[in-house]
């Protein structure tokens, strides 16, 4: 299991689907993480997470929980995972809103850069990120990320264009900030 001071990781379960289909459906934390914002079904988010998230080969998803009370607060993933060329995109969202704004998604995200590139020996690690997401931005940048490409006016939100922002960083970028 990874953890950290504050959390710590456990492979997503079945029983874990009706917490993760209430954060999928919460329009706060999806509004700065998912470009439909589609509201799902109970049935559409097992389905979702039976098939792309618990059985597939390319990826690695994980409860975040808090350690002092062992409560899931989100999820975080490793997707699109190349052993060949050795990279991977990441996704994390903290679903628990009291959690937000206190360091969790910094120290979430830390850990599984660190898992990335020192247990699995990945070179590089990606993301996407809504340019109105200015403190996941913030947190990225300070984590080592780099901006290494913009997917202009992709995203459409409260009646504006948002850019989608891809970013990346390479391990010896993250490890020189640690």
Not at 89 to 116: R, S
Request: proline fraction near 1%; include cysteine; hydrophobic fraction near 35%.
């Amino acid at each position: 299991m990874l953890s950290s001071k504050r959390l710590q990781f456990r492979k997503m379960v079945v029983s874990d689907i009706e917490k993760y289909h209430s954060w999928r459906n919460d329009l706060d934390v999806m509004k700065t993480t998912s470009p439909s914002l589609d509201l799902y079904s109970l049935d559409e988010t097992r389905h979702f997470v039976e098939n792309i998230i618990l059985n597939s080969t390319s990826s690695k998803s994980y409860i975040i929980e808090d350690r002092e009370g062992n409560t899931a607060i989100g999820v975080t993933s490793l997707i699109n995972i190349d052993t060949k060329n050795r990279n991977a995109e990441c996704i994390i969202d903290i679903g628990e809103k009291e959690f937000w704004g206190k360091g969790y998604g910094t120290e979430a995200l830390k850990l599984l850069l660190e898992y990335a590139f020192l247990e699995l020996n990945l070179h590089r690690v990606s993301l996407r990120v809504f340019s109105l997401n200015e403190r996941a931005i913030h947190i990225y940048n300070k984590l080592g990320f780099t901006k290494e490409g913009v997917m202009r006016e992709n995203l459409y939100r409260n009646g504006k264009w948002h850019d989608i922002i891809i970013m990346g960083v390479l391990k010896k970028e993250f490890m020189s900030k640690q």
